[in-house]
Each structure stands twice: as C-alpha cells, then as structure tokens.
T-cell receptor, first 115, second 113 residues
Framework: NAGVTQTPKFRVLKTGQSMTLLCAQDMNHEYMYWYRQDPGMGLRLIHYSVGEGTTAKGEVPDGYNVSRLKKQNFLLGLESAAPSQTSVYFC??????????????FGPGTRLTVT | GQQVMQIPQYQHVQEGEDFTTYCNSSTTLSNIQWYKQRPGGHPVFLIQLVKSGEVKKQKRLTFQFGEAKKNSSLHITATQTTDVGTYFCAGQARSGGYQKVTFGIGTKLQVIP
C-alpha cells in the first residue's frame, strides 16, 4: 500500500497563475483533508471531505477550491495564486466514523512557492 | 472560536533529559490526538485520548488528558536523538453543530547528544 500520495512534491508559481494539487489514498478512507503548514502557525485546515462528491470548508478556505469526484482522490485548486499561499500543503485521510475521530494519515506534502 | 495553545514552542534538551509539551484548549474537547513530525517529514499519528483523566504510555512516552478535558500533555522520559522532531496536539470539539479539529502550533524538540 502506498498510503497517501501527493503530486507534485514541489512547485513554483507566479502570482496569478493557477494550479491543482492532487492527493490520492489507497486505504479506502471515507474522509480526506487539506492542510497548510506555515512556520509558527501549526497545521491549518483548508477544506475537508466526508465522502465522494462532498466537501466542506475548514479554517482557512479563501482562495482555494476542492473537489472529490472519486473516493480515492481529493484535489486542491488555486485559481489565482498569491504570495500569501506560499506554504507546505499536506493532504490527509482517515477511516470511516465521525470526522477527525480517527487517526489521520498524512501524505508527504507539497512545497509551493508563489513569487 | 476554539483555540488550542501549545507550549513551549521550542525545547532543547541534553540526551537523557526528560521533555514535556503541554496543550490547553479554550473549550472542552471530545478527544485529543498527538502527532510527531520529523524534520522534512509529515505528521505521524502517535495516540488519541478520549476519556477524562486518561493516561496512556508508549515506551518512554506518557500522554495525559486532563480531568476537565481541556488540557493534555506529552512527556518523554530520557530523551534520545531519535525523539527529535515537532510534536503537535490536535483537539477535537463540537463547534456550531459539527466537530472541529484544531492543531496546536507544535513544540519543536532538539536533542543534543
């Protein structure tokens, strides 16, 4: 099992460009999450999904959109990148049950720089 | 809104010394989870505490959940260089009709051999 994978690992964008980060999990988990990690800020939840076709906003959703068309994939989109979106992005998934009540499995992260 | 404060933010210890990190929530929690992130890595789940006053041990690591379910601690006995990393707590609580999880900012542990 690969667990949770993220594509790409690194990316540099210019302000105003768009991109999509892909997260895939092979553990048949119902729940998936996108976080961003910034120095001194810990992990902040951007969006999450409790199942295929459903998404919900987290703590810092502005400037991001997500889609969960397939159970195993969770996409994070930046329509018009801004320097404030420079961060490390982590995807996570967890087993069926109440959201967040089960351990979250994290992907390796995507380091995004917006210039 | 729900806040989870974690202290200290940084800790340097000599190998063999003990280490403790603390989390305090502004609201009563349903449960709290602890994660470890090695430098350059991703967070890895360590444990979940659910019951008031719960204490769990994993070898040299001891996790406690306060009686009021608003605070938690992670204590490492006799640190080793393999303990280096950032330790995060993640508190879950009901907020506005749904369960919300908030991560602490983490405690970065450096172990000096």
């Amino acid at each position: 099992n690969a667990g949770v994978t993220q594509t790409p690992k690194f990316r540099v964008l210019k302000t105003g460009q768009s991109m999509t980060l892909l997260c895939a999990q092979d553990m048949n988990h119902e729940y998936m999450y996108w976080y961003r990690q910034d120095p001194g800020m810990g992990l902040r939840l951007i969006h999450y999904s409790v199942g295929e076709g459903t998404t919900a906003k987290g703590e810092v959703p502005d400037g991001y959109n997500v889609s969960r068309l397939k159970k195993q994939n969770f996409l994070l989109g930046l329509e018009s990148a801004a320097p404030s979106q420079t961060s490390v992005y982590f995807c996570a998934s967890s087993h069926f049950g109440q959201p967040f009540s089960y351990e979250q499995y994290f992907g390796p992260g995507t380091r995004l720089t917006v210039t | 809104g729900q806040q989870v404060m974690q202290i200290p933010q940084y800790q340097h210890v000599q190998e063999g010394e003990d280490f403790t990190t603390y989390c305090n929530s502004s609201t009563t929690l349903s449960n709290i989870q602890w994660y470890k992130q090695r430098p350059g890595g991703h967070p890895v789940f360590l444990i979940q505490l659910v019951k008031s006053g719960e204490v769990k041990k994993q070898k040299r690591l001891t996790f406690q959940f306060g009686e009021a379910k608003k605070n938690s601690s992670l204590h490492i006995t006799a640190t080793q260089t393999t303990d280096v990393g950032t330790y995060f707590c993640a508190g879950q609580a009901r907020s506005g009709g749904y369960q919300k999880v908030t991560f602490g900012i983490g405690t970065k542990l450096q172990v000096i051999p």
